[in-house]
């Protein structure tokens, strides 16, 4: 690399150039930077100016200006920042381009896009617009590429990657594929680097990931390390660029697998020019999506005790698995009819004013199950009392018309037509007050109808309506009838006490979304979640429901699937539920060393599912070491970690199989005076501490360096343990260490790491 770098230095006239655009994009950006200032100091001004009138007269134009200026500071203070930003380093490559029948072009791709004022120049053109994809995608030569329906062609004379750093050139460095290029590992190998530095070295296959048909869903199937978190946060920076003026950045959701990892994540996002977009994670959705508030029982716990026990302690009948299932929605299905068929019953009843019949219920009872049937239950029944409403309305005032003509008929004819005067009078007066009486009756009653006749409709309650489903015998027999009794009997049995667990999440979301509707404000209109293979078929298939659209982009890894016994085992179902999705794969690490990726392709060998290896990019590091010990002493963890201190990596994890592991080594690890903090769902990344973590909540992390503990439980040779092994492997980015008494803990062979014990 050094060399290749040399020569691109030394090469002075070309050099030289590279230095004069980087100053003229420098000088030009400092005359923006420069105009936005003044911009801001003539807006205090207005602001102190506008404040002091207010003191003395009472002008509501000053309160007008004070409202204006402050905005015209924000966005100016907006840009200023950023062009500040942006200033330390403008672009990261050249492309030499010229578009078919078009002159030559040299464009400079940066994060974000600038135009000279006057002359329309592109000074740095966005990596996220059409003509950058050239960079991405295409080899030296003739070219294409898409812009909105149509392709472009032209020919692609270079690609150049620069190295700039606070503002100067360091290098640069002409290439044809970005595969396997400098920068790439020079980039890989820092965790500093994180997530939006990689802008520069996307490669091809991930490029087409992020850019990949913006209307439909797609499915990745990524190794670890393959970069599917970078590319999903990178195709939602991507999307609102293309897609912005049709969306609002709050109709997107990233799901995340728990806070830790948004927190890991949210950081990076603003820096993608993404804000205001919607990070939370299934729970939390769910629970502000719904209102209804949970106390939920740790997801891990059962996790845990599978790990602890193995999967043998989970019984055959496996209610959380089944909780997952489009079974189950099945279930909940025929609930949701049953409950409809109870409401369609009550318009068995007609609509009357008086003796009126203003409607009739079978007319009413079809709207709802028929015509409106395309709606949640509650909405179509608030559509019908509009309707009911409106049509009681108008013909309340038909009956009173008809009715008022009818007594003025009977008074004439009985003033005309009686000749007895006592008669006449006593007829005439029973007919005005038998009016009288009945027409302001009616109405009264008239404006009350639609709300008493709609009154039988009462609002589900869908937390006691599930808890009903959950606990119900006779209910039970009549929905599930494919259980035996026996089934039957444990599904009650599991939920006499009232607890709630993540796998009943989306029962409630569907149920209500069903039944209610989800709000206009948590109607997502984009999904994008990561982890996906934790999910379950109907956690996936409840919010497509709910938020009516499949425009969902979904990452995952079926080897790291430590939620298996209740989440997604195969990608066939997601794929059919999603019918419309693009499915890709990733194959290439970037995190892991060559090194270290063998290790962990070993036990990806174990597994069932029969996943090609990962190959890593090629980065050399340390060979992974195992160091022999019959306990934990925290002594030798401490000599270990200072050591790696010393090779010039900060982060450094300890992980063990359990949290009740970390928690242990965490105490022995303080009480010998050494820094170490065991990593729960709410804590705060970074910091110069060893972090413990247990190995279910190091999926979705990385270090720079990984020591594996296994004294108390070894990782067995079973599907759960292997994945929870594999995610710990793959979390390092430069060394591994395994520490126990010996490497079968770890599912390896004195072969596997031969002549590197400690
Ligand atoms: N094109 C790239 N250029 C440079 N670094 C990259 C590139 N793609 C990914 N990386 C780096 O590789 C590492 C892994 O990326 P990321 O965390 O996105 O992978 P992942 O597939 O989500 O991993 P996992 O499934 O193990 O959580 C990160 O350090 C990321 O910065």
Same mark, same amino acid.
């Given at each position: ?7 691109? /230095? ?12 980087? %100053? ?43 409202? /204006? ?49 006057? /002359? ?14 050239? *960079? ?6 003739? +070219? ?10 032209? $020919? ?56 990949? $048909? ?77 209102? +209804? ?59 009357? +004013?008086?003796? *009126? ?120 027999? %009549? ?35 069903? +039944? ?18 934790? *999910? ?223």
């Amino acid at each position: 690399m050094a060399e290749h770098i040399e020569r691109s /230095t030394t090469q002075q006239p070309e050099f030289q150039k590279e230095v004069e655009r980087l %100053e003229y994009t420098k000088q030009y950006m400092g005359e923006l930077l420069e105009a936005s200032q003044r911009d801001l100091r003539a807006v205090q001004d207005k602001i102190k100016e506008s404040m002091a009138n207010l003191e003395y007269i009472d002008s509501s134009d000053s309160y007008i200006n004070i409202l /204006t200026n402050s905005r015209f500071f924000e966005l100016a203070l907006n840009q200023k920042e950023s062009l500040e930003a942006v200033k330390k380093k403008p672009y990261f490559a050249r492309i030499h381009f010229q578009r078919t029948g078009e002159l030559e072009e040299l464009l400079y791709i940066g994060k974000t896009s600038l135009f000279h004022n006057e /002359t329309f120049e592109p000074i740095i053109v966005d990596w996220r617009s059409p003509v950058a994809n050239v *960079y991405y995608d295409g080899r030296l030569g003739e +070219i294409s590429y898409p812009v909105r329906d149509e392709v472009f062609t032209g $020919h692609l004379f270079s690609k150049r990657q620069y190295k700039i750093e606070d503002g100067e050139l360091l290098s640069f460095q002409d290439v044809d594929l970005t595969t396997n290029d400098d920068l790439l590992q020079a980039l890989s190998g820092k965790a500093d680097v994180r997530l939006t530095e990689i802008v520069a070295t996307i490669q091809k296959e991930q490029n087409e990931i992020i850019r990949a $048909h913006l209307k439909q869903p797609i499915l990745v199937q990524g190794a670890a390390g393959s970069g599917k978190t970078t590319i999903a946060l990178h195709r939602i920076s991507y999307f609102l660029y293309t897609m912005g003026e049709h969306f609002n950045p709050e109709q997107l959701m990233i799901l995340a697998p728990n806070k830790l990892f948004i927190e890991y994540i949210g950081d990076v996002l603003p820096e993608l020019g993404v804000e205001q977009i919607c990070q939370t994670t299934y729970a939390e959705y769910v629970q502000n999506a719904t209102g +209804i508030k949970l106390k939920l029982q740790n997801p891990n716990e059962q996790l845990e005790t599978i790990v602890e026990e193995g999967l043998d302690a989970l019984p055959s009948f496996n209610i959380p698995q089944i909780k997952g299932s489009l079974f189950y929605r099945n279930l909940l299905d025929r609930y949701i009819k049953i409950h409809e068929r109870t409401l369609a019953d009550l318009f068995n009843e007609d609509v009357f +004013i008086e003796k *009126y019949r203003i409607m009739r219920g079978s007319h009413l009872k079809k709207l709802f199950l028929e015509e409106f049937a395309y709606m949640p239950i509650e909405k179509r029944i608030e559509r019908i009392k509009k309707i009911v409403q409106t049509e009681v309305k108008r013909k309340s005032k038909a009956v009173l018309s008809s009715l008022n003509t009818r007594y003025e008929d009977m008074i004439g004819k009985a003033l005309s037509g009686l000749r007895d005067p006592d008669k006449r009078r006593e007829t005439v007066t029973k007919f005005i007050d038998e009016r009288d009486e009945r027409i302001p009756k009616i109405t009264a009653e008239a404006k009350s109808t639609a709300t008493v006749y709609m009154k039988r409709f009462e609002k589900a309650k869908i937390k006691q309506m599930y808890r009903k489903f959950l606990t119900d015998r006779q209910l039970l027999q %009549e929905l599930a009838p494919e259980w035996t009794f026996e089934q039957q009997e444990k599904f009650l049995q599991a939920h006499t006490k009232e607890k709630w667990a993540l796998e009943d999440l989306a029962a409630l979301y569907y149920l209500h979304a069903k +039944i209610k509707g989800i709000q206009d404000q948590w109607k997502m209109r984009v999904v994008f979640i990561d982890e996906v293979q934790d *999910y379950s078929l109907f956690q996936l298939a409840a919010l497509q429901d709910g938020l009516e659209t499949d425009m969902f982009t979904m990452v995952g890894d079926l080897a790291q699937g430590i939620h298996s016994y209740r989440s997604l085992t195969e990608w066939d179902s997601v794929l059919d539920l999603f019918p419309r999705a693009n499915y890709f794969t990733l194959q290439k690490s970037y995190r892991t060393t060559i090194e270290i990726m063998e290790i962990a392709n070993k036990i990806l060998k174990k597994m069932d599912e029969d996943l090609p290896l990962v190959e890593p990019v090629v980065r050399h590091g340390n060979e992974p070491t195992f160091v022999q010990a019959e306990f934990f002493d925290p002594e030798k963890i401490n000599e270990l970690y200072q050591s790696i201190g010393q090779n010039g990596h900060k982060s450094i994890a300890l992980i063990c199989k359990t949290t009740a592991e970390a928690t242990h080594y965490a105490k022995l690890l303080n009480k010998a005076g050494v820094p170490a903090e065991t990593l729960s769902d709410e804590s705060e990344l970074g910091g110069d501490k060893l972090l413990i973590v247990p190995s279910h909540l190091a999926k979705g992390l990385e270090f720079d360096a990984v020591i594996i503990a296994a004294f108390d439980i070894p990782y067995f040779d079973t599907a759960i343990d292997r994945k929870l092994l594999y995610v710990a492997l793959t979390r390092a980015m430069h060394e591994l260490y395994l520490v126990g008494p010996g490497l079968g803990f770890f599912l390896l062979d004195e072969v596997s790491l031969a002549g590197n014990k400690a």
